[in-house]
């Protein structure tokens, strides 16, 4: 299984200042399509993989934080809902035995390439790779954690880096060098701020004055956002602005989603089911 995130939220000191606007938190029952949010993204188009590490790294610096062990599994997930989300991969059917989220294999509908070096590297594995594999497994694979020397090749590397590099290209940041006394480190510090306050407002806005009470009515990268973000140990970053108010609400509302069974939510209609089997694999 992938690795478990402890599923706990950082509680905000009660002495903390709270920040000059705070978000509404009334309730809106517009439901975004999926395409209508992915193409709010004028300038950059970011994956779900972009918007993690961006929510993860410190602007000044360009890096994220040594002590976060929890980003690169959590990124393996993104890349997971987001071949998912464009129809590459989805998980078996069930027939009429029914099988966890969990213990499903997950099955490649179409190989045409998304255009992202990393993605297209990930599908290649899932496509060639028979008998397939389940999603948490899947994630451990592309994290390197097997104790089968052969497995090795399926690891993903330096996928911060190119991530990164991605978003140089797209102009959000730049490339630089620092000095960590022992060695020089690429970094790749924040350029353009409006980029990365789009994501933060997102997911405030998920969780606040666009709240849906039933999961299945948010828009499905919302959804999955806010889900990876925890699992990354990044969706603390995108709260700081938060008044302390707003804040107790947006951390209740992810606890609430955090305690639905992804078993039962999957059943559901109009579930995306990938988003849910990786919720499971985070934190089961």
């Not at 969706?235 to 947006?250: G, K, M, T, W």
């Amino acid at each position: 299984m992938a690795t478990a995130h402890s599923g706990t939220l950082v509680q905000r000191h009660r002495g903390a200042s709270a920040a000059a606007a705070s978000s509404q938190t009334t309730d809106n029952d517009t439901v975004t399509t999926e395409e209508e949010t992915y193409d709010d993204d004028k300038e950059a188009k970011l994956t779900l993989l972009e918007e993690i590490l961006l929510l993860g790294l410190k602007d000044q610096e360009g890096y994220t934080s040594f002590w976060n062990d929890c980003i690169s599994s959590g990124l393996r997930g993104c890349i997971m809902v987001e071949l998912s989300l464009r129809k590459r991969v989805e998980l078996e059917k069930t027939g009429q035995r029914r099988k966890s989220v969990l213990s499903r294999k997950v099955i490649c509908k179409s190989n045409s390439p998304v255009g992202d070096t990393l993605m297209d590297e990930a599908l290649k594995h899932l496509k060639e790779t028979q008998p397939t594999d389940t999603v948490g497994n899947w994630i451990e694979l592309f994290c390197g954690e097997t104790w089968n020397p052969y497995n090795l090749r399926y690891q993903l590397h330096n996928v911060r880096e190119r991530l990164a590099k991605n978003l140089v290209e797209k102009g959000v940041l730049t490339t630089s060098k620092q000095n960590f006394w022992l060695f020089d480190m690429t970094t790749h510090p924040l350029v353009d701020q409006t980029i990365k306050q789009r994501v933060v407002k997102k997911v405030q806005d998920s969780l606040l004055s666009r709240w849906q009470n039933d999961p299945h009515r948010m828009d499905r990268r919302q959804l999955a956002l806010i889900f990876l973000a925890h699992a990354s140990d990044v969706l603390e970053n995108a709260f700081a602005p938060l008044s302390d108010e707003d804040y107790e609400v947006a951390t209740r509302r992810v606890r609430e989603l955090l305690d639905l069974d992804p078993e039962v939510e999957a059943l559901k209609p109009n579930a995306h089911e990938m988003t849910w089997a990786v919720a499971s694999a985070f934190t089961k």
